[in-house]
């Protein structure tokens, strides 16, 4: 199984900007194994939801309505490896960032797909 370690996050006021990064340890040549990857938010009170995630051909990424505008994946299929670049934070966008990855047999990912996670980061956004 895939191993996925994330980096990057921390505290930032609003408006501020963080970048996350995930990096997964198995390494399958041009088109991975996992050929979805994304983040998932987990916070008390709205349990985890997907945040946005990519397919390994870059199509139609997905992003939550949330995150539309202010949010940007994106991944480098060479390093395995996943972005979001996050800007405009909102104190709304504090929580626990998981990286996730899965196998898709078309060209598209959903959230129900992902089968791998890792450990989460911590971003927390204060007023």
Not at 5 to 14: F, L, R, T
């Amino acid at each position: 199984q895939v191993q996925l370690v994330e980096s990057g996050g921390g505290s930032v006021q609003a408006g501020g900007s963080l970048s996350l990064s995930c990096s997964a340890s198995e390494p399958s040549g041009y088109y991975p194994r996992y050929n979805c990857m994304g983040w998932f938010r987990q916070t008390p009170g709205m349990g985890r939801e997907a945040v946005s995630y990519i397919h390994a051909s870059k199509k139609s990424p997905y992003y939550a309505d949330s995150a539309k505008g202010r949010f940007t994946i994106s991944r480098d299929n060479a390093k395995n490896t996943v972005t979001l670049q996050m800007s405009s934070l909102k104190p709304d966008d504090t929580g626990l960032y998981v990286c996730a990855a899965g196998s898709s047999t078309g060209g598209n990912c959903w959230p129900s797909l992902f089968s791998s996670w890792g450990q989460g980061i911590q971003v927390t956004v204060t007023v």
